[in-house]
C-alpha cells in the first residue's frame, strides 16, 4: 500500500512495525483495545480463536486492553514473539496521540511469573558457525544463568539442544542454509552481532572485563559469538535490562555422560509420554524450592562421568541418611525459600513488586538457620562448600522487615506497601490525608445539626468527588451556601467551598505519598540489587543443597543402596528395581532382578521371553540405575556397582515420527545407525526389538548382524532385549554374548509371569499364549498354533543347526549344534 492512501494513523503503525522483525505479532493500542492489522491479524485470529474483521482492505482483529494479558500469554505460548504499542499521552481531538513501543515479550524472554514453570529453566539460545565449529549459547533471563560450550559435529550439538531445550532460538541471518534443518524455528538475527570482534566487545562491555578468558572463553571463537549475539538481542530487540547477567561459564559437553535426544524420551528422564507423569524425574523430586526443583532437571539431563565430583555428592547423601534429624532440619528449613533466583531477576530487570521483596526477606531471614543446620555436615567437603557460599544478609532482613508491611499489594504505584514509621515524609502525608478523612466523617453530623435535615449524608464516588446529598423532601431546607452540582431522581447533590478544599487536600497528599512510596520502592530494590552477586550465589548453592537434600529423601523412602562407583567396566546391580514403577505398582510387589556385566565375557546380553514378561523394563531399569548412579544419586538396588558409563543409547519400542515424516522403521534404522556409529567400550547400550519394524526374516537378520557388531567393534556393554528367540543361538559363536530369560511358567496351556530374569534362552516365544490372555477367539489359537508347528519344523538345517548362524563361507563347513551351559562356552575356533 502506498504511503500516501494510508490514515496517519495507520502511517504510525508502519513506522513501528518497520522497527520490528518480520515475524513478531505487533499489538497496537487503539482507545480501549490491542489491534493487529494484516497478516499478524490473521495468524492471531486463528491462534486466540477470535473474530477476523475488516476495515477497508485490512484485515484485523483486536483483544480488550483489559484483559491482553491472558492474549498475550496464550500468543507466546503458541511461540509468538509480541510486540506491545502503547499510547503514551492522552487522546486529545483532532491530533493523533502519541504511541510507543513499550514491551517485547518472546518465548525466551518471558518474566512474567505466571507464564513460566517454577520447576523448569526458561531457555533463549544462539548458535554460531565459525570454520566447521559450532558455537552454542544460553541464557535464562529469568535466573541470570548464562552458559556457552563449542561442539565439533552437529550430532554432539543436537544432543545438547535436545537437553536444553530452548525455548527460542537466534542464529545469524548471514547463514546461507538452516544450521539444523528447515524446520528448525530458528530467529535469524542481524549476523553483525554474531562476528567474533562485535561478540567480544559486547561481553567484555557488559561484563566489564579487559578479556573474556576470565571466563574461561580462552580460545572460544563461535561460542563467543553466540554470546555476543544473546546479549545484543536482549539489550537492543528486547529492550531488557540485563544486569542480573553476572557470570558467564563456559561447560565442555564431555564432562557430561551423553544421553540423546531419542534415549532421553525412551527412559522417559524428565517427561513422559502418558497422561499419568511416569517420568524418571517426578519419581525422584523431592526438592522443597523451585531453584532445587530446577536443577535436578538439569542434573538428570547431565549426568557426571568422573568418579571425584560424584562421590562427594554421595558423601552428603550418606551424612544425611546418617543423621536423619539433619535431613528432617534441612528440608525444613529450605522449605521456608522462596525462588530467590527468580525474585532477584525479577526486581533486577526493574520488574517486581512488595510482594517480591516479602518473598526475599522471608527466604534470607530462613539462611542462618540453614547454615547453622549445615553445619552439622561440616566434615563433608561439599556440604561445607555449600555453607560457604550461603551468604547472611541481617542487615538488609532488618531494613526489609522494618520497610515492608505484612501483606503488601501487587501494585506499585498505589501505595500500602510501607509501614508507617519507616520513612517520615510518607508518614506527614499519610497523616494529612488521615487528618482530613476524619474531618470528612465528622461533617455528616456537624451539618444535620446545622441544617436539621435528618438525612443529609456526606458521600463520595470516583467521578464526583466528596459532595453532600439532600432528599427531595428536604431541599427547601438546603443552606444558602450550599453549591448545587447534580440531580438525582431522589434528590440533588450539593458542594461546599470548604469541602472541596479539604477534599484537595486529601487527593493531593493522597497522590503525593503513592507517588513517595514508588520512589522508595525503587530505591528499596537498589537496596537488594547492591546484594545482586551474592543473592545469585546463595541462590545457587540453596539449590544444590536442596537437590542432594532430597537425593537423600528419596533414598530413604525407598530404601536405596549407594553404588561403588569407579572406572572399570564392570556394572554389577544385585536385585535392581525399576525406580518409577517400583512406586508405582500398588499392590502387586515389583521383583527385583540382577545383572552382571563385564565388558568381556559378559559384555552382550541377549534378553528373551514373551511378550508382556518385563524384558522392556528391566533393560531400562538398568540404564535409569546407571544414569541415577551418575548424578550422585543413591540407586533402587540391595547393591551395585557401576564402572561409569559415557553414554548411554537406547533403541526402545515402536516409535512413529510422523511429524517428521519418517516411517517407524527409518526412524528405529537411524537410532541404530548413530549407536553403531558412536558407541563406545564406555557406553552402555541398551536395545528392545530391533528389527520390529519390518517382516520376520528382515528383521531377525538385522538384529542378528547388528548384535554381532556390537559385540566385535565398540564393545560396549549391551542388554539386547527381543522377542526373536532365534538370536539366543548368538551365544554359540560369540564369547561376550550371554543369554538370558525372563521366566514365565505354563499352567494349564495359560502363561504366568514370573517378572525373574534367569540364565538361559527363552525356547519359544509365548506370542499364542499372550493373544489368548489378550482374549483372541479360540478357534484362532488353535489354528495359529497349527501354523507354528509347520513353521517350527524348518527351522534347523540338514545337521541340526540353526540355520541363522552360519555366513557365506561356514555354511561349506558341518558342525555339530551344542547348547552352551552358564560356564562353558564354545571355542571360537570350533567355527
Ligand atoms: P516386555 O517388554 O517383555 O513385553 P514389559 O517390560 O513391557 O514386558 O512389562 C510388561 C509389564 O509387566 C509392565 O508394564 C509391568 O507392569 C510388569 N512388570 C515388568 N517387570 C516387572 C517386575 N520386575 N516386577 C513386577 N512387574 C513387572
Ligand atoms: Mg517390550
Same mark, same amino acid.
Given at each position: 500500500?502506498?504511503?500516501?492512501?494510508?490514515?496517519? *494513523?495507520? @502511517?504510525?503503525?508502519q513506522?513501528?512495525?518497520?522497527?520490528l522483525?518480520?515475524?513478531?505479532?505487533l499489538?497496537?493500542?487503539?482507545?480501549?483495545?490491542?489491534? *493487529?492489522?494484516?497478516?499478524?491479524?490473521?495468524?492471531?485470529?486463528?491462534?486466540?480463536?477470535?473474530?477476523?474483521t475488516?476495515?477497508?482492505?485490512?484485515p *484485523?482483529?483486536?483483544?480488550?486492553y483489559?484483559?491482553?494479558?491472558?492474549? /498475550?500469554?496464550?500468543?507466546?505460548?503458541?511461540?509468538?514473539?509480541?510486540? !506491545?504499542c502503547?499510547?503514551?499521552?492522552?487522546?486529545?481531538?483532532?491530533?493523533?496521540?502519541?504511541?510507543e513501543?513499550?514491551? &517485547?515479550?518472546?518465548?525466551?524472554?518471558?518474566?512474567?511469573?505466571?507464564?513460566?514453570?517454577?520447576?523448569?529453566?526458561?531457555?533463549?539460545? =544462539?548458535?554460531?558457525?565459525?570454520?566447521?565449529?559450532?558455537g552454542?549459547?544460553?541464557?535464562?533471563?529469568?535466573?541470570?544463568?548464562?552458559?556457552?560450550?563449542?561442539?565439533? $559435529?552437529? $550430532?554432539?550439538?543436537?544432543?545438547?539442544?535436545?537437553?536444553?531445550?530452548?525455548?527460542?532460538?537466534?542464529?545469524?541471518?548471514?547463514?546461507?542454509?538452516?544450521?539444523?534443518?528447515?524446520?528448525?524455528g530458528?530467529?535469524?538475527?542481524?549476523?553483525?552481532?554474531?562476528?567474533?570482534?562485535?561478540?567480544?566487545?559486547?561481553?567484555?562491555?557488559h561484563?566489564?572485563? @579487559?578479556?573474556?578468558?576470565?571466563?574461561?572463553?580462552?580460545?572460544f571463537?563461535?561460542?563467543?559469538?553466540?554470546?555476543? %549475539?544473546?546479549?545484543?538481542?536482549?539489550?537492543?530487540?528486547?529492550?531488557?535490562?540485563?544486569?542480573?547477567l553476572?557470570?558467564?561459564?563456559?561447560?565442555?559437553?564431555?564432562?557430561?555422560?551423553?544421553?540423546? %535426544?531419542?534415549?532421553?524420551?525412551?527412559?522417559?528422564?524428565?517427561a513422559?509420554?502418558?497422561?499419568?507423569?511416569?517420568s524418571?524425574?517426578n519419581?525422584?523430586?523431592?526438592?522443597?524450592?523451585?531453584?532445587?526443583?530446577?536443577?535436578?532437571? @538439569?542434573?538428570?539431563l547431565?549426568?557426571?562421568?568422573?568418579?571425584?565430583?560424584?562421590?562427594?555428592?554421595?558423601?552428603?547423601?550418606?551424612?544425611?541418611?546418617?543423621?536423619?534429624s539433619?535431613?528432617?532440619?534441612?528440608?525444613?528449613?529450605?522449605?521456608?525459600?522462596?525462588?530467590?533466583?527468580?525474585?532477584?531477576?525479577?526486581?533486577?530487570? %526493574?520488574?517486581?513488586?512488595?510482594?517480591?521483596?516479602?518473598?526475599?526477606?522471608?527466604s534470607?531471614?530462613?539462611?542462618?538457620?540453614?547454615?547453622?543446620?549445615?553445619? $552439622?555436615a561440616?566434615?563433608?567437603a561439599l556440604?561445607?562448600?555449600?555453607?560457604?557460599?550461603?551468604?547472611?544478609?541481617?542487615?538488609?532482613?532488618?531494613?526489609?522487615a522494618?520497610?515492608?508491611?505484612?501483606e503488601?499489594?501487587l501494585?506499585?504505584?498505589?501505595?500500602?506497601?510501607?509501614r508507617?514509621?519507616?520513612?517520615?515524609?510518607?508518614?506527614?502525608?499519610?497523616?494529612?490525608c488521615?487528618?482530613?478523612?476524619?474531618? !470528612? =466523617?465528622?461533617?455528616?453530623?456537624?451539618?444535620?445539626?446545622?441544617?436539621?435535615?435528618?438525612?443529609?449524608?456526606?458521600?463520595?464516588?470516583?467521578?464526583?468527588?466528596?459532595?453532600?446529598?439532600?432528599?427531595?423532601?428536604?431541599? =427547601?431546607?438546603?443552606?444558602?451556601h450550599?453549591?448545587?452540582?447534580?440531580?438525582?431522581?431522589?434528590?440533588?447533590?450539593?458542594?461546599?467551598?470548604?469541602?472541596k478544599?479539604?477534599?484537595?487536600?486529601?487527593l493531593?497528599?493522597?497522590?503525593?505519598?503513592?507517588?513517595?512510596? +514508588?520512589?522508595?520502592?525503587?530505591?528499596?530494590r537498589?537496596?537488594?540489587?547492591?546484594h545482586?552477586?551474592?543473592?545469585?550465589?546463595?541462590?545457587?548453592?540453596?539449590?544444590?543443597l536442596?537437590?542432594l537434600v532430597?537425593?537423600?529423601?528419596?533414598?530413604?523412602?525407598?530404601?536405596?543402596?549407594?553404588?561403588?562407583?569407579?572406572e572399570?567396566?564392570?556394572?554389577?546391580i544385585?536385585?535392581?528395581?525399576?525406580?518409577?514403577?517400583?512406586?508405582?505398582?500398588?499392590?502387586?510387589k515389583?521383583?527385583?532382578?540382577?545383572?552382571?556385566?563385564?565388558?568381556?565375557?559378559?559384555?552382550?546380553?541377549?534378553?528373551?521371553?514373551?511378550?508382556?514378561?518385563?524384558?522392556?523394563?528391566?533393560?531400562?531399569? &538398568?540404564?535409569?540405575i546407571?544414569?541415577?548412579?551418575?548424578?550422585?544419586?543413591?540407586?533402587? %538396588?540391595?547393591?551395585a556397582?557401576v564402572?561409569?558409563?559415557?553414554?548411554?543409547?537406547?533403541? &526402545?519400542?515402536?516409535?512413529?515420527?510422523l511429524?517428521r515424516?519418517?516411517?517407524?522403521?527409518? &526412524?528405529?534404522m537411524?537410532?541404530?545407525?548413530?549407536?553403531?556409529?558412536?558407541?563406545?567400550?564406555?557406553?552402555?547400550? /541398551?536395545?528392545?526389538?530391533?528389527?520390529?519394524?519390518?517382516?520376520?526374516?528382515?528383521?531377525?537378520? !538385522?538384529?542378528?548382524?547388528?548384535?554381532?557388531?556390537?559385540?566385535?567393534?565398540?564393545?560396549?556393554?549391551?542388554l539386547?532385549?527381543?522377542? +526373536?528367540?532365534?538370536?539366543?543361538?548368538?551365544? *554359540?559363536?560369540?564369547?561376550?554374548v550371554?543369554?538370558?530369560n525372563v521366566?514365565?511358567?505354563?499352567?494349564?496351556?495359560?502363561?504366568?509371569?514370573?517378572?525373574?530374569?534367569?540364565?538361559?534362552?527363552?525356547d519359544?516365544?509365548? $506370542? !499364542?499364549?499372550?493373544?489368548?490372555?489378550?482374549?483372541?477367539?479360540?478357534?484362532?489359537? =488353535?489354528?495359529?498354533?497349527?501354523?507354528?508347528?509347520?513353521?517350527?519344523?524348518?527351522?534347523?538345517?540338514?545337521?541340526?543347526?540353526?540355520?541363522?548362524?552360519?555366513?557365506?563361507?561356514?555354511?561349506a563347513?558341518?558342525?555339530?549344534?551344542?547348547?552352551?551351559?552358564?560356564?562353558?562356552?564354545?571355542q571360537?575356533?570350533l567355527?
Open positions: 500500500m502506498a504511503t500516501e492512501t494510508l490514515t496517519p *494513523m495507520m @502511517q504510525q503503525y513506522g513501528v512495525r518497520r522497527t522483525p518480520p515475524d513478531t505479532l499489538l497496537f493500542r487503539l482507545g480501549d483495545f490491542y489491534e *493487529m492489522f494484516f497478516e499478524d491479524a490473521k495468524e492471531a485470529a486463528g491462534i486466540l480463536n477470535v473474530a477476523l475488516r476495515r477497508g482492505a485490512v *484485523m482483529c483486536g483483544v480488550p483489559h484483559a491482553a494479558e491472558g492474549y /498475550i500469554a496464550r500468543l507466546v505460548k503458541a511461540g509468538k514473539r509480541v510486540a !506491545i502503547d499510547q503514551v499521552e492522552e487522546a486529545r481531538p483532532g491530533k493523533i496521540v502519541r504511541r513501543l513499550t514491551q &517485547v515479550i518472546s518465548p525466551g524472554t518471558i518474566s512474567d511469573l505466571n507464564l513460566l514453570d517454577s520447576k523448569k529453566n526458561n531457555f533463549l539460545a =544462539a548458535l554460531c558457525r565459525q570454520k566447521g565449529r559450532f552454542f549459547a544460553y541464557v535464562d533471563t529469568s535466573t541470570g544463568e548464562f552458559r556457552l560450550a563449542e561442539f565439533e $559435529g552437529r $550430532g554432539a550439538l543436537e544432543d545438547e539442544l535436545a537437553r536444553v531445550c530452548p525455548a527460542e532460538l537466534l542464529v545469524s541471518d548471514q547463514e546461507a542454509e538452516p544450521l539444523l534443518g528447515p524446520e528448525d530458528a530467529l535469524p538475527c542481524d549476523g553483525y552481532t554474531f562476528l567474533p570482534d562485535q561478540a567480544e566487545y559486547t561481553l567484555k562491555e561484563f566489564k572485563v @579487559q578479556s573474556l578468558d576470565g571466563f574461561g572463553c580462552a580460545g571463537g563461535p561460542a563467543v559469538g553466540a554470546a555476543g %549475539a544473546i546479549l545484543h538481542y536482549l539489550k537492543h530487540q528486547m529492550r531488557r535490562s540485563v544486569e542480573h553476572t557470570r558467564l561459564s563456559v561447560y565442555h559437553h564431555h564432562t557430561y555422560m551423553t544421553v540423546d %535426544a531419542a534415549s532421553q524420551a525412551n527412559l522417559e528422564l524428565v513422559s509420554r502418558g497422561a499419568r507423569d511416569m524418571l524425574l519419581a525422584l523430586d523431592k526438592t522443597v524450592t523451585p531453584m532445587g526443583g530446577r536443577l535436578l532437571r @538439569q542434573w538428570l547431565h549426568p557426571l562421568r568422573e568418579v571425584a565430583p560424584l562421590v562427594e555428592r554421595q558423601e552428603v547423601v550418606a551424612t544425611l541418611l546418617e543423621d536423619i539433619l535431613l528432617d532440619g534441612l528440608r525444613e528449613a529450605l522449605r521456608q525459600i522462596r525462588d530467590v533466583e527468580r525474585t532477584v531477576g525479577r526486581l533486577s530487570q %526493574a520488574g517486581g513488586n512488595g510482594r517480591d521483596v516479602l518473598a526475599l526477606r522471608n534470607i531471614e530462613q539462611l542462618p538457620a540453614l547454615r547453622a543446620q549445615l553445619a $552439622g561440616g566434615h563433608v556440604a561445607a562448600r555449600l555453607r560457604e557460599e550461603v551468604g547472611e544478609f541481617p542487615e538488609l532482613a532488618q531494613e526489609l522494618r520497610a515492608l508491611v505484612d503488601p499489594p501494585a506499585i504505584k498505589e501505595g500500602g506497601i510501607f508507617d514509621g519507616y520513612n517520615a515524609d510518607l508518614d506527614a502525608l499519610r497523616n494529612a488521615h487528618e482530613g478523612k476524619e474531618w !470528612i =466523617a465528622q461533617l455528616q453530623a456537624r451539618e444535620i445539626e446545622a441544617t436539621g435535615i435528618k438525612s443529609l449524608k456526606v458521600r463520595f464516588t470516583s467521578v464526583f468527588g466528596y459532595f453532600i446529598e439532600i432528599t427531595k423532601a428536604n431541599l =427547601a431546607s438546603v443552606p444558602e450550599y453549591i448545587r452540582k447534580q440531580t438525582t431522581v431522589n434528590g440533588e447533590r450539593f458542594i461546599t467551598p470548604e469541602l478544599e479539604m477534599e484537595g487536600k486529601i493531593g497528599a493522597n497522590e503525593r505519598s503513592q507517588a513517595l512510596e +514508588y520512589e522508595l520502592f525503587g530505591i528499596l537498589e537496596r537488594v540489587l547492591d545482586l552477586a551474592t543473592l545469585q550465589q546463595t541462590a545457587a548453592a540453596v539449590a544444590a536442596d537437590v532430597s537425593l537423600a529423601e528419596t533414598a530413604r523412602l525407598y530404601g536405596y543402596c549407594r553404588p561403588q562407583l569407579n572399570g567396566l564392570r556394572l554389577s544385585r536385585d535392581g528395581r525399576h525406580p518409577v514403577l517400583d512406586q508405582n505398582l500398588g499392590e502387586e515389583f521383583v527385583p532382578n540382577d545383572v552382571e556385566l563385564d565388558g568381556g565375557s559378559h559384555r552382550l546380553h541377549i534378553i528373551t521371553g514373551p511378550n508382556m514378561a518385563g524384558k522392556s523394563t528391566f533393560i531400562r531399569q &538398568v540404564a535409569l546407571v544414569l541415577m548412579a551418575q548424578i550422585g544419586s543413591y540407586v533402587p %538396588a540391595a547393591s556397582e564402572g561409569l558409563v559415557d553414554r548411554i543409547f537406547t533403541r &526402545v519400542g515402536a516409535n512413529d515420527d511429524s515424516g519418517q516411517s517407524t522403521f527409518m &526412524v528405529e537411524n537410532e541404530t545407525a548413530n549407536i553403531l556409529n558412536n558407541a563406545t567400550e564406555r557406553s552402555l547400550v /541398551i536395545l528392545d526389538e530391533i528389527g520390529r519394524g519390518t517382516s520376520t526374516f528382515d528383521g531377525l537378520s !538385522i538384529a542378528w548382524s547388528v548384535a554381532e557388531f556390537l559385540h566385535d567393534g565398540p564393545k560396549a556393554r549391551t539386547f532385549a527381543t522377542h +526373536y528367540h532365534e538370536l539366543t543361538e548368538l551365544a *554359540m559363536t560369540r564369547p561376550g550371554c543369554n538370558f521366566a514365565v511358567r505354563e499352567w494349564n496351556d495359560q502363561i504366568i509371569f514370573l517378572r525373574k530374569i534367569v540364565e538361559g534362552g527363552a519359544k516365544s509365548y $506370542g !499364542i499364549q499372550v493373544a489368548r490372555l489378550a482374549g483372541l477367539p479360540a478357534s484362532v489359537i =488353535a489354528r495359529a498354533k497349527e501354523i507354528l508347528s509347520n513353521l517350527e519344523q524348518s527351522e534347523l538345517n540338514a545337521e541340526g543347526r540353526p540355520q541363522l548362524a552360519e555366513t557365506a563361507a561356514s555354511a563347513t558341518p558342525r555339530r549344534r551344542e547348547k552352551k551351559g552358564p560356564d562353558e562356552r564354545p571360537l575356533s567355527f
